[in-house]
DNA sequence: GTCTATACCCTGATAGAC
DNA sequence: GTCTATCAGGGTATAGAC
């Protein structure tokens, strides 16, 4: 897991995680005939554990629907930080490398961002009347997974966090506009 | 190039290049001591051909600036549609697979990222009182991309244009407040 | 289930004639 | 400048004893 993020698929190599996990191949291959059972292992991993792994520590603390989403963002500014700006989210970063994967492979990943907009979509449904009612939600949790996944690439290729900072900065005032339309139809009905 | 971009530079071996250049291993490694070297050459053309090979076509008997911001996102839209959503942004493909290139690598893929926002900010300028003045359009500019990468990287793995429709779609709403805002302004100072 | 040794292939890069 | 042949190394995966 640690390696396919921090290296990527192709460039790590079986001795790689042989090494990295005290093993030997014939252990190894014992459990996972092929690197890419390996792979969909670890996809499945990240697919299972978005809540104890990534959201839960992320909404510590934090109940407000709308304050999360950016508390979500936080911990992959953090993420930035914690590594001088070269994280990278490891699905968007499997998602690219690997082009044509095995329609296995392509529906773990596609799997995965679903989890993460539905989690931000939970959000959105929890914030009620304060985003406007004709607002497309699964559209606007879409963009904020475009929002985190472009503005992490950025980052790590710029090695600033600027370009990231940006990225939030700019949906954070997306969404003040939004709280702000809603909230001044709501004036004008009552 | 293309293979580059179809397949990422790990998984491009100089034999794929070879065969596809119809050229020999030696007048291939007396231009290019290092397949680096090549990706360099690679990198330089996206640069220096950015007008030419993106900006122009793209901004075609489109002269209005805002509406050129979204005539470059119209063209990825193509590029996707074309390639039945395995289109990938080359620059941004390559930036999330070269986790720790040569500081050259990466500092030509943060150069391709920057003439791309620049050429937005150019857009933006342009707009003039149309955003509002408080509006740091270099972060605005950024955020254009940001949108732009996180679409397509989302778009190819779900293998369907909605989730970069979806981003857009968003970005123009965001656009629109803006402008409504800025429009607002105005009417207020006058 | 786990170990070591190794098969077999493809990689980037080179040698040296032309 | 271009060609063919090849090197040395590392890749995934396997064989077969234990």
Redesign the interface.
């Known amino acids: 897991m640690r390696l396919f993020w ?3 698929y ?2 790590t190599s079986i001795a790689d995680i042989l090494q990295a996990a005290g093993a030997n191949a014939g252990s190894l291959y014992y459990c996972f005939p092929t690197k890419q059972d390996l792979l969909i292992a670890v996809l499945r991993r990240y697919q299972t554990g978005i809540h104890a792994m990534l959201l839960e520590p992320a909404w510590q603390g934090v109940s407000d629907p709308v304050e999360r989403i950016f508390a979500l963002l936080a911990r992959y500014r953090d993420a930035l930080v914690a590594t001088d700006c ?1 994280y ?1 989210c490891p699905i ?2 499997l ?3 690997l ?2 994967p095995d329609p296995v492979v ?1 529906k773990l ?2 799997a995965n ?1 679903n989890a993460w907009t539905s989690a931000i979509e939970g959000c959105l449904k929890q914030a009620g009347v304060r985003i406007p009612r004709n607002t ?1 939600l ?3 949790a ?2 904020v ?7 992490v ?2 980052a ?4 600033s966090l600027a ?1 990231y900072d ?2 939030v ?3 954070r ?2 969404f003040s ?1 939004l709280e702000a ?1 809603a909230s001044a139809t709501r004036r004008k009905v009552s």
């Open positions: 921090e290296k990527g192709g460039a070269t990278g968007g970063s998602a690219l490398e082009h044509e392509r990943l596609a961002f497309n699964r559209e606007l879409s963009f997974l475009t929002t985190m996944e472009g503005g690439m950025q790590r290729t710029h090695r370009t940006a990225a900065h700019q949906l005032g997306y506009h339309a």
